[in-house]
């Protein structure tokens, strides 16, 4: 029987263990704070766990609630000097599935589907949820690159005594470099364009084209400005 020697001295091998080790067990909170995943706007109370297996309490994304969720980061991706986080709170009272990707020149969503309150972020108009479908985003250098997915903006009550509980919906895009998620209601007289930066500022336009002449000096006490959209009211805001 033929014997293979290891050429690999003791010194060596304890070395690799030693590194394989500190990897595996290596704190969410560390890999986090080295990617500067907090400067993309994702921050949470606490950050509990090892790289592989770790969670994350009362997560915020700017001033989107994501809730509590569970956090894996991708081996794969590291060797290519990315950091791609998987984030999962499927089990908790808001759903959320996908992953968030770093690296040293972007950053941005790989296949998000979640269910975000909006809290009072797009106020007045009474944006109470925000629904993503698979989304991915790439932002390179400040630059939107590349948008896909569904998204759905969920309303409560009226504005301006229009009733806008069908929501506004559409498809992901670039635009400009900006991230623009064009939006329309089911009817076609509602619609929104809501562009985003890399910094987290954003500028949403709503359209409404009135079928009720009544409501014409509702939207203009609103601060809606006639337009070739019907009446447009813009709002500017940062996540």
Request: glycine share 12%; hydrophobic share 45%; net charge neutral.
């Amino acid at each position: 029987m033929r014997r293979i020697r290891l050429t690999t001295g003791p010194t060596a091998m304890f070395g690799a263990a030693f590194v394989i080790a500190l990897i595996v067990f290596m704190p969410m909170r560390l890999v986090l704070g080295w990617f500067g995943l907090g400067e993309t706007g994702l921050a949470a109370r606490a950050v509990n766990g090892s790289v592989w297996w770790g969670s994350m309490s009362d997560t915020r994304f700017g001033d989107l609630e994501l809730g509590d969720l569970r956090a894996r980061l991708s081996p794969v991706q590291l060797f290519v000097g990315r950091a791609r986080v998987t984030l999962d709170g499927r089990e908790s009272s808001k759903p959320l599935h996908g992953a968030i990707g770093v690296s040293r020149h972007s950053f941005g969503l790989d296949d998000m589907t979640a269910s975000l309150a909006a809290g009072t972020i797009f106020a007045p108009v009474p944006v109470s949820a925000i629904d993503l479908d698979d989304v991915s985003v790439r932002f390179q250098d400040g630059t939107c690159q590349h948008a896909e997915g569904r998204v759905r903006a969920n309303l409560s009550g009226d504005l301006a005594g229009i009733a806008l509980t069908q929501g506004l919906a559409g498809t992901a895009r670039c635009d400009s470099g900006a991230l623009l998620l064009p939006l329309a209601s089911q009817s076609g007289t509602e619609t929104a364009a809501l562009r985003l930066w890399a910094t987290g500022r954003f500028r949403a336009e709503l359209s409404v084209q009135p079928t009720d002449p009544a409501a014409v000096p509702k939207l203009v006490l609103s601060g809606f400005q006639p337009g070739a959209n019907g009446y447009t009211l813009a709002i500017e805001g940062k996540f």
